[in-house]
């Protein structure tokens, strides 16, 4: 059964979006800290992946043990999303708890639309079929250039991450434009800076956004 946003308080919905290196697991996990212990309770999720079904999908993403079109490439980003919105997001937020994730539809529009050559309109129309309209109220992204990023990245390289230079410049680029519209309510930070201090940012504009402050 289909449901709207407003079905749910997706005011305390939020991501943490950029490039691949650019720290978006480590600010998920301070930020988790620190309103758990602002007594608040918190679900983090990754996308891809999140539930049994996701997290098969990740692995035929990331991993790549077999080949195939750009298009089935989005659809199933897209399915791992519906799944991951109808176990995990929706009856969090509907609980009234705080959603974190490590990426969401945006990634999908810049990945395989604005660096991969599919239409971003066209994909941002499917994402929010697949999500019934569910999108983070607010989204953080972690701005740093691909040189630099490349090196931060630890471990084996996936898939997306092994892709050439060019393309990540234009994953960076799409971000940025993407950051544009109005609707999406994207601050874009220097992923650059301490960590610590941008979590600090971060955490402010979450309190602040969700009245949090005294």
Known sequence: ??????????LR????????GVGKTTQIQLLTVALEGLGQKV?????????????????????????????AEALLF????????????????LKGKIVLTDRFTLSTVVYQGHAGGLNPAELAFAGNLATSGIEPSLCFLLDIEPSSASTRREGPEDHMERKPRAFHE?????FLTEAKNPR???????ARENPALLHEK????VKTHLGLVP
């Open 1 to 10: 059964m289909n449901f709207s946003p407003l079905d749910c308080e997706c």
């Open 13 to 20: 919905f939020i991501s943490i979006e950029g490039g691949d």
């Open 43 to 71: 679900l983090r999720v990754r996308d891809p992946g999140g539930t049994p079904l996701g997290d098969r999908l990740r692995s035929l993403l990331l991993d790549r043990p077999v080949a195939f079109d750009l298009r």
């Open 78 to 93: 897209f399915a791992s999303r519906a799944q991951l919105v109808a176990q995990q997001i929706r009856p969090a937020l």
């Open 170 to 174: 234009l994953v960076r680029g799409g």
């Open 184 to 190: 999406r309510n994207i601050q874009i930070l220097d």
């Open 202 to 205: 971060i955490l402010n504009r």
